[in-house]
C-alpha cells in the first residue's frame, strides 16, 4: 500500500503561483511513476503531468506546457508540482497519483494507469 497525501493549494489570483505537494508513504520503495491529474467544475478528471521515479523522465499534457513543471525528489519520497502563470480555468481539484505496478512502463496519461491517489487538493485561481 502506498499512501499519497497532497498539500499546497488554495487561493490565488489569476497569473499567481502555486506549488503543489505530494508526499507518498507506506511501500514507497515500490513507486515506478507519480503523476498529477486534475478536475475542473464539471468535466472529467484529465492528465496534467508526470514522472518516472528512478531516470526523472517527465511529461506534459500539452495545453499546460510551460506553464507547469513537475519534480520529485526520492530521499523523502515527495512529487511537486509548480504551476505559473495561473488562470481562472486552471480551477480545480488536483490530485497526486502513483504507480507501483511492475506490468506498467512510462508514464502513464490515463488515470487508469495508476494504482493509488491521494485524496486531492483544492486549487481556486481568481480572475
Known amino acids: 500500500q502506498v499512501q499519497l497525501v497532497e498539500s499546497g493549494g488554495g487561493l490565488v489570483q489569476g497569473g499567481g503561483s502555486l506549488r503543489l505537494t505530494c508526499a507518498a508513504s507506506?511501500?514507497?520503495?515500490?513507486?515506478?511513476?507519480m503523476g498529477w491529474f486534475r478536475q475542473r467544475p464539471g468535466k472529467e478528471r484529465e492528465f496534467v503531468a508526470g514522472i518516472s521515479w528512478g531516470r526523472g523522465d517527465t511529461n506534459y499534457v500539452d495545453s499546460l506546457k510551460g506553464r507547469v513543471t513537475i519534480s520529485r525528489y526520492t530521499a523523502n519520497n515527495t512529487v511537486y508540482l509548480q504551476m505559473n502563470s495561473l488562470k481562472p480555468e486552471d480551477t480545480a481539484v488536483y490530485y497526486c497519483?502513483?504507480?507501483?505496478?511492475?506490468?506498467?512502463?512510462?508514464?502513464?496519461?490515463?488515470?487508469?494507469?495508476?494504482?493509488?491517489w491521494g485524496q486531492g487538493t483544492q486549487v481556486t485561481v481568481s480572475s
Open positions: 507506506g511501500r514507497t520503495f515500490s513507486t515506478r511513476a
Open positions: 497519483a502513483a504507480v507501483t505496478s511492475y506490468y506498467t512502463r512510462g508514464i502513464p496519461t490515463v488515470g487508469s494507469g495508476y494504482d493509488y
